[in-house]
């Protein structure tokens, strides 16, 4: 009887440490459901790919050169190599845990003693929660080549987007290579994924140019007396078309089938010519002011420039393959003027004159002037202050009044100066050499200042002579470089003016390619209407870089607005300035001759469309109503009180006019 009760409180006993046994696994299988051990993911595993850059590409494990990642003489193995401007925006699911990094600028930019000086940036981690509020987690505060990586460690939780960005630190993009080495994220729930930047396919805003005639282009011109006059009427519509124009001042003469007008102007004075364009569907009129005086350049510029396309692989059947398109394009019926030699032309001097001769891709620059004058278009040229060109040919240091008269003796009609090998000069007193010989030039010659802004020439541009002047750095086919340019003009407008223009830079639509093999345009579709609509409200001479003859559509439609050409050539000359820079997203605005003002909407952000909305009585404008005019749409959009709120596209525009009702 005892060995039956000690075996069933054996029994018990069994049962009772398998039902405890059982009861803790059960435990701890619910405790590692409930809480999974964190996951650790490097950045350098998400791929570099959605990173986007000012130069170049971004990196996985290698700098933005390509070269192992190198901080004050660290080498690390993982991270990211990138450039300024750059972001990297990366999904979470409000349960990452943390992000660290150590960053700094590569090495590599102390390769050269301008890079070691010039590199300059800011590493910014911020994040957005699921209100999508956003929050600064960390600046480093400015950093440059060769300071030892700075540490960042920043709390991730509640978060559902983590945004990393290298800025410029207010200085410029050149030589910006920034690193974040050992970069990785923390987390508890879903992998980070990185978020693909928004990029639209190509689409076409600009209404299709009706088969009436319409006249566009400015209208105002400016002259100095007796200098050869040549003006080509631009007006669309269907051809055959004729031309007239009533009040032409005494020696200036009309081809009635081209609209070319030519001839030479003695006596200073304003003259107001009625310019009249005529088919088989109608008349178009319109008012040409002519200023005979001191003033030429009353306008930005319009034409195109060798450079972005060609750069040095540049040849005479390149310029007038370009000047043919412009016409066969129909550019010219939208005010494109002028057709620009860059770098490469130059060959040696004569050895007893000292005279410029072209090289051996340039057999005769006089026929290559007088051709382009044949089509109605202009010709411009490119030369150096220093002894030699950026890309080593022969500068005009000490041929200063030579040159100029050289220019002007085979018929060019625009000259841009360069600022290579010029240091230890002052620009100043370089650039009034040859604004002196510009203005005793036989003919009008449209003197662009090219010394990337050094010494500010905006402030002295004018008074050497100079009817534009380049404000930065050469421009590139990226986001961060176009509108680091665009946007960093705000507080140049009082500089600009009818003769004289603040410039930064080319435009970057298009085939580019810098020669002589070309690809698209980096830009996305949304980035290049922003490049235009910013450069048309900043008053800034707007110079065509791709191959005319390879145009598409869609870049077609960005050259041929005539509302956005408008704006850019508006007489009054009023550069915009900005308005509004709120979050993400800034306002722009220039009044207009006829009281109206041009507006620019712009998305900063290059991931979500956002709602842009501008206050009238915060801009200035007073109470009222006002007419809104969607002007790459060409429609009106309404009448509206107090403000007028749209949404814009990732990186990109609406670009309105408002008249007072």
Excluded at 483 to 495: E, P, V
Excluded at 568 to 591: C, I, S
Aim: glycine share 12%; hydrophobic share 35%.
């Amino acid at each position: 009887m005892n060995q039956l009760l000690d075996h069933r409180n054996q029994s018990r006993i069994l049962i009772g440490i398998l039902f405890l046994l059982f009861g803790f696994s059960f435990l701890l299988l619910t405790y590692g459901c409930s809480q999974k051990p964190a996951g650790l993911v490097y950045l350098d595993e998400l791929g570099a790919q959605q990173v986007t850059a000012g130069w170049s590409e971004s990196k996985a494990n290698k700098s933005i050169d390509g070269n192992p990642l190198t901080v004050a003489g660290q080498l690390y193995e993982r991270g990211l190599g990138t450039h300024a401007e750059s972001q990297y925006r990366l999904n979470l699911d409000g349960r990452a845990l943390n992000f660290q990094a150590l960053v700094g600028v590569d090495d590599e930019v102390k390769k050269t003693q301008r890079g070691a000086e010039r590199a300059s940036v800011e590493f910014i981690v911020s994040a957005r929660d699921k209100n999508n509020n956003k929050k600064v987690l960390w600046k480093s505060g400015l950093m440059k080549a060769g300071e030892p990586a700075r540490e960042v460690k920043v709390s991730l939780k509640g978060f559902v987007s983590l945004d990393l960005v290298v800025t410029d630190a207010g200085d410029g993009i050149g030589y910006d290579h920034a690193d974040w080495c050992q970069a990785r994220i923390e987390y508890a729930g879903k992998r980070p994924e990185p978020v693909k930047p928004y990029a639209a396919a190509p689409y076409i805003l600009t209404p299709a140019t009706g088969p009436e005639p319409r006249i566009n282009g400015p209208r105002v011109f400016g002259v100095r007396p007796g200098s050869p006059f040549l003006f080509t009427i631009p007006a669309t519509g269907q051809r055959p078309m004729t031309f007239a124009a009533e009040g032409l001042p005494s020696g200036l003469r009309l081809d009635t089938n081209t609209g070319h007008i030519t001839g030479a102007i003695d006596k200073p004075g304003t003259y107001n010519v009625k310019l009249i364009a005529r088919n088989s569907l109608g008349t178009a009129e319109r008012e040409l002011r002519i200023e005979v005086g001191d003033k030429i350049c009353l306008t930005p510029p319009m034409g195109w420039n060798s450079w972005n396309c060609w750069a040095c692989s540049v040849t005479d059947e390149n310029v007038r393959q370009s000047a043919r398109a412009m016409v066969e394009k129909g550019l010219i019926n939208y005010g494109w003027t002028y057709i620009n030699i860059d770098d490469c032309w130059h060959g040696q001097r004569d050895p007893k004159t000292g005279e410029i001769r072209s090289n051996e891709k340039f057999p005769d620059m006089k026929a290559l002037a007088d051709y382009v004058h044949g089509l109605g278009l202009k010709i411009g040229l490119y030369t150096d202050c220093g002894p030699k060109t950026c890309a080593g040919y022969e500068g005009s240091e000490g041929h200063e009044e030579q040159d100029i008269m050289t220019y002007a003796k085979w018929g060019f009609d625009y000259v841009k100066i360069d600022w290579c090998y010029c240091e230890g000069k002052d620009p100043r007193v370089a650039y009034k050499k040859f604004g002196e010989a510009i203005s005793r030039a036989p003919r009008d010659i449209v003197f662009s200042i090219c010394n990337w802004g050094v010494e500010k020439p905006w402030e002295w541009g004018e008074s050497v002579g100079g009817n534009l002047w380049r404000t930065t750095g050469d421009i590139t086919d990226t986001w961060a470089s176009m509108a680091g340019i665009g946007f960093g003009q705000a507080g140049l407008a009082k500089y600009a003016g009818p003769g004289h223009w603040n410039d930064p830079d080319m435009l970057v639509v298009g085939k580019v390619g810098w020669g002589p093999e070309l690809r698209p345009s980096r830009l996305t579709p949304d980035e290049q209407y922003t490049h235009i609509s910013l450069w048309c409200l900043l008053a800034a001479p707007l110079l065509i870089g791709c191959p005319i003859e390879q145009l598409d559509d869609f870049t077609l439609g960005l050259l041929t607005n005539t509302e956005v050409l408008e704006v850019d050539q508006d007489p009054l000359g009023r550069q915009a300035d900005r308005v509004f820079d709120g979050d993400d997203y800034q306002v722009w605005a220039r009044q207009l001759e006829d009281g109206s003002r041009a507006v620019g909407l712009f998305n900063l952000d290059a991931y979500e469309f956002r709602k842009v909305r501008i206050d009238f009585a915060a801009m200035g404008l007073g109470a009222g109503s006002y007419r809104v005019r969607d002007l790459w749409r060409q429609k009106d959009l309404g009448v509206f009180s107090g403000g007028f709120e749209t949404e814009v596209p990732p990186h990109g525009v609406a670009l309105v006019r408002l008249w007072k009702k």
